[in-house]
């Protein structure tokens, strides 16, 4: 099974709407980290936010926030007030003792916002 | 604050050609690892260090060398350069190997082999 899968290849969101970016993950862990990163068309990587798979709560940072199914072993991203310098490719990626704690990354999502 | 600083940003090889790909950070971070992003794709682990003198493979580690004799810097090469390695390839660190760590990303350097 793939580790971490997202299945959109690409999203449209309308300025200032709400966006989710889906990601699934697999692992037989515990106790794991799950992430989502921004890759903007200027190439770096920025990390946006985490998640512990022991935390009760879903984690926010500002816009940004993590709707965490450990059940569904889900934790997809929701984006709230669109701006449109979040075009980017988005990345979920976990970290796993069973994948020895090394990042594993989906295959991305392109996000496009229009104004 | 200079976070993992990659060097160069951009390079064009001709196959055959060896080259250096630099990568330093200023976190005293122990752990650092290259990735390759290919086009449309997500990354793949080449190499990783847990430090000082220690290496290991990652995914996808033929054609590539590394070594870490310093904490700060973890440099990438290419000995015989192939089209199949033309890339972006980042470089990124975290304090440990902690599930809860995040990775710091360089901004990348773009390889093109011709």
């Known amino acids: 099974a793939q580790k971490i899968t997202q299945t959109q290849p690409g999203m449209f969101v309308q300025e200032k709407e709400a966006v989710t970016l889906d990601c699934t993950y697999d692992?037989?862990?515990?106790?794991?980290?799950l992430f989502w990163y921004k890759q903007p068309s200027s190439g770096e990587m920025i990390f946006l936010i985490y998640q512990g798979s022991y935390d009760e709560q879903n984690a926010t940072e500002g816009r940004y926030s993590l709707n965490f199914q450990k059940a569904r072993k889900s934790a997809n991203l929701v984006i709230s007030a669109s701006q449109l310098g979040d075009s980017a490719m988005y990345f979920c990626?976990?970290?796993?003792?069973?994948?020895?704690?090394?990042?594993?990354f989906g295959a991305g999502t392109i996000l496009r916002v229009k104004s | 604050n200079a976070g993992v600083t990659q060097t160069p940003k951009f390079r064009i090889l001709k196959i055959g050609q060896s080259m250096t790909l630099q990568c330093a950070q200023d976190m005293n971070h122990n752990y650092m690892y290259w990735y390759r992003q290919d086009p449309g794709m997500g990354l793949k682990l080449i190499y990783y260090?847990?430090?000082?003198?220690?290496?290991d493979k990652g995914e996808v580690p033929n054609g590539y060398n590394v070594s870490r004799s310093t904490t700060e810097d973890f440099p990438l090469r290419l000995e015989l350069a192939a089209p199949s390695q033309t890339s972006v390839y980042f470089c990124?660190?975290?304090?440990?190997?902690?599930?809860?760590?995040?990775?710091?990303f360089g901004d990348g350097t773009r390889l093109s082999i011709l």
């Open positions: 990626a976990m970290r796993a003792m069973e994948y020895g704690n090394k990042l594993v």
């Open positions: 260090s847990v430090g000082a003198g220690i290496t």
């Open positions: 990124a660190s975290s304090y440990t190997s902690g599930v809860n760590q995040p990775q710091h």
């Open positions: 692992t037989s862990d515990q106790s794991y980290g």
